[in-house]
């Protein structure tokens, strides 16, 4: 787990940032002027340079972020400047690996590029606000409330830096947007839906890379009496590691939710059910306790934990319960908390293997389609399955709708029987998939 690469200081942004781009951008633009002139490529180029320069000055200032200060660690976050995310690194490796496949086989077949590069701006600006509205809506609560006004909560919605995607509302903004594109630029709809399924199911492998970095989207609690069963711990600080000592799971207990109003409201979150071997039975937890567990600012609980052990002494951890009616509290220092979570599933891996296998096999589906569509119905169809079926192992999400079933397994079922009707509609009334030269050979 690396949610952080590096920092890029405040002290190099602005202005310093602003003439290396525009010094790159003039390098560019004098390749272009020298190949060809005053062309369509030069003139699509300038715009861009405008909107990344306006995103320097303008935009990157309001991103920067908080961060431990390294020369006193035990003090308040100071301002790190702009955080490099490995999410956002293996994002923008995802993107353009699925673009690089996209192109390659368009110019295979003697598909047009020029308008494949402006399809795909379009479905990565809708993808990533479609994958984030649908966090937001599904997380709702997090968001909106009585006593937040609108504006903070507009803020934190708009506030991405520390996570917060959904795969499944990445797909429907960056079809939506497609499917626009075609309408207004005349691309054939269905055989350029084909040519970038495969993409878009690569850039997920690659991207789901960046929710292990991230330490999200991870698996429930991993049974370790079976041989072989492959299981991952995430360093202390992370969502799971929290969840975990929240739930008590962490230091030997077994909890469920609190349902007394009042209690609730005191901020004690989770009833003891059994109290087992490890710290909890040492803290002096018994069964009828309601808990509360104060962890604090959890990337300074990464950052002692891994880089400066000596000082994770001196930071404490506040656990609290409430017993007949009196309230009982006591402090530990970080050092004597385990270092890492629960052996849980490692299902980041597992949904990116799923989503390279079905790359593979939309790949190799296209060479055997019988009509325009088929291949991105196909993606509508599979990858929910796999979906649905890691969902199962994933403890990220409650079911929804008074079931077992999370949101996205909901959403998976609907898409599931989308794909099938826009399969049956694109075999029945669909063009002919007819074959280009040197199409068939480029597998």
Known sequence: MQPTLFYIPHQWLGWPLLLVWLLISGAVSAFY????????????????????????????????????????????????????????????????????????????????????????????????????????????????????????????????????????????????????????????????????????????????????????????????????????QFPAGASSWVQHLSDGSLIGMTTQAVLDPAALELGFANEVVEVGEGLGKEIGFEPGDEMAIGIGESEKIRYLKRWRTDLAEQLQVRFA?????????????????????????PTQIYSSVNALLL???????????????EVFALMLILYPVGRFMIEIIRNDEAGQFGTQWTISQWVSMGTIVLGFAIFAWCRAYGQSAGQVAGDASAG
């Not at 790359?359 to 569509?373: A, E, I, K, P, T």
């Open 33 to 232: 002027w020298r190949r060809g002139g005053w062309s369509e490529e030069l003139k699509g180029f300038l715009p861009m340079v405008a909107m990344v320069a306006a995103a320097i000055l303008f935009l990157l200032p309001a991103v920067e972020v908080a961060g431990v200060d390294p020369e006193d660690p035990l003090g308040p976050m100071i301002n790190r400047g702009l955080a490099v995310r490995g999410y956002g690194v293996c994002m923008l490796l995802a993107i353009v690996t699925g673009m690089g496949v996209v192109i390659w086989r368009c110019r295979r077949i003697g598909f047009p590029v020029d308008p494949i590069f402006t399809l795909a701006f379009c479905m990565v600006i809708a993808g990533v606000v479609g994958a984030r509205l649908f966090y937001v809506i599904q997380k709702h609560d997090q968001f909106f409330g009585p006593e937040v006004p609108l504006a903070e909560s507009l803020k934190m919605a708009a506030n991405m830096t520390g996570g917060g995607l959904v795969v499944y509302g990445s797909l429907f903004g960056a079809s939506v947007a497609a499917f626009i594109f075609f309408w207004w630029s005349k691309l054939p709809v269905w055989k350029t839906a084909d040519l970038m399924a495969p993409g878009m199911a690569i850039g997920l492998a690659i991207g789901r890379l960046g929710c292990l970095l991230n330490g999200c989207c991870w698996g429930g609690v991993c049974d370790t009496g079976g041989p072989g069963i492959p299981a991952i």
């Open 359 to 373: 790359f593979m096999l939309l790949w190799v589906y296209w060479y055997h389609r019988r009509s325009d569509g």
């Open 321 to 345: 319960w409430r017993r007949d009616g009196q309230i009982h509290e006591v402090a530990l220092p970080l050092g004597e908390l385990p270092a890492r979570s629960l052996r849980v599933h």
